[in-house]
Nanobody, 117 residues
Framework: VQLVESGGDLVQPGGSLRISCKVS????????MAWYRQAPGNQRELVAA???????RYADAVKGRFTISRDNEKDTIYLQMDSLSVEDSAAYYC????????????WGQGTQVTVSS
């Protein structure tokens, strides 16, 4: 399995950004997938997840601001992030939803989101 995240950038507080995760080596549509983030000195945390049936759930910290979606034909997972705050700054990774099964063994390189004025 290969996971390639992209789209991270420097944005101002209150701004928006969409990041993407291209999945290869599997048919991603049959798996519950998730976005995680890790800020320096913090543990990696799950921020959003999406089931094969497109049921979504979010961490309390991002609920109402982030939207996860998927395009199974493209084997791509997206995370639309709105009303960004400094606290959202982190490296973002995608992988299998670890609450329903083990993550795939290899993580991608992540994509850096920095929120700063």
């Amino acid at each position: 399995v290969q996971l390639v995240e992209s789209g991270g950038d420097l944005v101002q507080p209150g701004g928006s950004l969409r990041i993407s995760c291209k999945v290869s080596g599997i048919v991603s549509g049959v798996f519950s997938m998730a976005w995680y983030r890790q800020a320096p000195g913090n543990q990696r945390e799950l921020v959003a997840a999406i089931s094969p049936g497109n049921r979504t759930r979010y961490a309390d910290a991002v609920k109402g601001r982030f939207t996860i979606s998927r395009d199974n034909e493209k084997d791509t997972i997206y995370l639309q992030m709105d009303s960004l705050s400094v606290e959202d700054s982190a490296a973002y990774y995608c992988n299998r939803d670890n609450t329903v099964g083990p993550v795939f063994g290899s993580w991608g390189q992540g994509t850096q989101v920095t929120v700063s004025s």
